[in-house]
């Protein structure tokens, strides 16, 4: 049922990052893979968090990662996601989470657990406990990230993502069945029929984005019009295809709120699209910045 890769096409998916050393370093390697997984989902999110500088007054990176979205993302049960959180908190120390009350989610910190000795394991954790709101401590040297992959806005290099011809991916990719490939990308990067579910009220909206997404990613322009500006074809083309459920849902909750006349809902919608990774955790971090403030 489904074709082999061929080239260079392994890297068209997207991927979650779960680090080796969860499986190698003695003091965590005992939680479960599901664990493990979950941790690279929060991985994952740190990485928009750290660009778009969702921190605290400490520069500490947090996320917001509800136990709806847990549910959603692992496909599991309300218990089986406290769970996880559970054991990623008090057996392995990998996060904290902090409430916020007043029915806010909690912010959660991703522990940074590269480059730290057992001698000094104990006191990471110290570290990273104390006062992460309201007090302004220095981290300790062994929280340095070194990690040498980071999500950015950066060209696609795989043939298949960055336009290159059919003969140089070696690949025999024309009309429908490219536009075909690319809609079964967005079914499965979006996790489409998981949204149909959740936004029945919103299926319509919902096959417009995606008709919009596969008919700007098989553009033969050279150009892209964003929001009035022209943007190089590759850019706008790396961009969309690195977005997720996440920002879906951030795009259909802007049009619900949005109270103004739109003229042209596609060029609306595709700049919405576009920008979306951006916005969406500007826009949470000034809701939770705003909470925090009523909660002083």
Known sequence: MFDYFYGGQADLFSFYRIPKALFTDAR????SCESKVLYGLLLDRMSLSAKNGWMDSTGRVYIIFTVEEIMESLACGNKKAVGLLHEL???????????????????????????????????????TSRGVVSTRQEMSK?????????????????????????EDAGMELEGKDSRARYQNYFLNQLNFDSLLASHPE????????????????????????????????????????????????????????NTTQ???????????????????????????????????
């Open 28 to 31: 965590i390697r005992s939680i």
């Open 142 to 166: 062994g929280h340095g990230n070194k990690t040498n992959q980071n999500y950015t806005d950066s060209i696609e290099t795989d043939p298949f993502l960055s336009g290159e011809t059919d």
């Open 202 to 257: 919103d299926e319509e909206l919902l096959r417009e984005m995606l008709e919009l997404l596969v008919d700007t990613v098989c553009s033969n322009r050279k150009m892209i019009r964003i929001a009035g500006d022209d943007k190089p074809f590759e850019v706008v083309k790396g961009k969309l295809m690195k977005l997720d459920s996440d920002h879906i849902r951030f795009v259909l909750t802007c049009m619900k709120e």
């Open 262 to 296: 739109v003229r042209n809902m596609r060029q609306y919608l595709l700049a919405a699209l576009y920008n979306a990774p951006l916005t969406m955790y500007n826009y949470y971090a000034a809701r939770v910045q705003h909470d925090l403030n009523k909660c002083s």
């Open 89 to 127: 908190e008090e057996k392995a120390g990998l996060i904290e989470r902090r409430r916020q009350g007043l029915g806010k989610p909690n912010l959660i910190y991703v522990k940074n657990f590269s480059e730290v000795s057992d001698g000094n394991f104990q006191k990471c954790q110290n570290d």
